[in-house]
């Protein structure tokens, strides 16, 4: 391939990122990226932990303020960031933000993953570091899990790409419940990242193309492309929703984004499965895709916050 071709634009993400024929990768705008420390505004401590110095594996822990209840136990829930498996950063400004604020709304101690990206490290090496995290954190090596943490409440949350984490999480966690996994009680799936080869009812098929395309730089190797059981937890053949590793379950979605209607999709199929959990949906109304990390104080990204609070509280 010459250089000239090799530089040719393929796609373009305005203000995320532009793939170049040659493969290759250009992250635009980057978010800051913030020092863990104690947040003045919420009283929340956070940490960084490297858990895998060859891979480079690392999380972020954030503590509640405990002042008022110092022997509380907390439950524990960890966060899988978004970004098409190919941006973002547990340490970045925006996730930073959303979860020490989700920290000290619920009274969780959280465990924000950061996880090698594509196309530099291909799926399932997300998927991987995910869970080696997810187990590491319920075996509460951590001084602040051990101390602070209940880790018989055990939850995972993510939005869009980690979302789609969640949903492998609970897979990887149902087929393996005998060899000591993770017990989960409850999952928050925020505007999940699915799809498929083909637009469901209510997809616009340019959703459907550009995720897929998406996909394929993530996961090049996928077997079936965007039909690939991860990505298309609905597809022919794909694992049986029925033994989902958790006991309850939160689906939500913006009901302008192209997303939605395969995010209804997976919770009505999860729903009508005979799993034995419950599974809760709320959509937001004029709302697009993970609306709640750009504009935090809008009335809809309060009322979901507030949502996921009742659900871990198990309203």
Excluded at 32 to 52: Q, R
Aim: hydrophobic share 45%; charged share 20%.
């Amino acid at each position: 391939m010459d250089a000239d071709a090799a530089d040719t634009v393929v796609f373009e993400a305005p203000a995320h990122f532009r793939f170049y024929k040659s493969g290759k990768i250009e992250r635009l705008n980057r978010p800051p990226i913030l020092p863990a420390g104690v947040d003045e505004a919420t009283g929340v401590t956070s940490k960084d932990v490297v858990l895998d110095a060859d891979t480079g594996l690392s999380v972020r822990l954030y503590l509640p303020n405990l002042q008022e209840k110092p022997s509380a136990k907390l439950p524990v829930l960890v966060y899988f960031h978004g970004g098409s498996f190919l941006i973002g950063s547990a340490k970045d400004t925006t996730y930073h933000t959303y979860v020490n604020a989700l920290a000290a709304a619920a009274g969780v101690i959280a465990v924000s993953v950061d996880y090698r990206l594509a196309p530099e490290h291909p799926l399932p090496a997300a998927y991987d570091d995910s869970w080696a995290a997810l187990r590491w954190a319920a075996s509460a090596q951590d001084d602040w899990i051990a101390e602070h943490g209940d880790q018989s409440r055990l939850f995972l949350s993510g939005e869009s790409a980690g979302a789609n984490i969640v949903h492998d999480m609970l897979m990887r966690a149902a087929a393996s419940e005998d060899d000591g996994s993770p017990r989960v009680e409850g999952a928050i799936l925020l505007h999940p990242w699915f799809s498929g080869n083909t637009p469901i009812e209510g997809e616009p098929p340019a959703a459907t193309m550009v995720t897929g395309m998406l996909w394929s730089y993530a996961c090049p190797g996928a077997v079936g492309g965007a039909d690939d059981p991860r990505m298309n937890p609905l597809a022919a053949g794909a694992p049986a929703l029925d033994k989902l590793g958790c006991v309850r379950m939160l689906v939500t979605a913006g009901l302008s984004d192209g997303l939605a209607a395969r995010n209804r999709a997976y919770h009505d199929a999860v729903a009508g499965s005979s799993w034995s959990g419950n599974a809760a949906w709320l959509g937001s109304d004029g709302e697009g895709h993970v609306f709640f990390l750009q504009k935090p104080g809008c009335e809809n990204a309060k009322q979901l916050m507030d949502r996921v609070v009742a659900f871990i509280a198990g309203a």
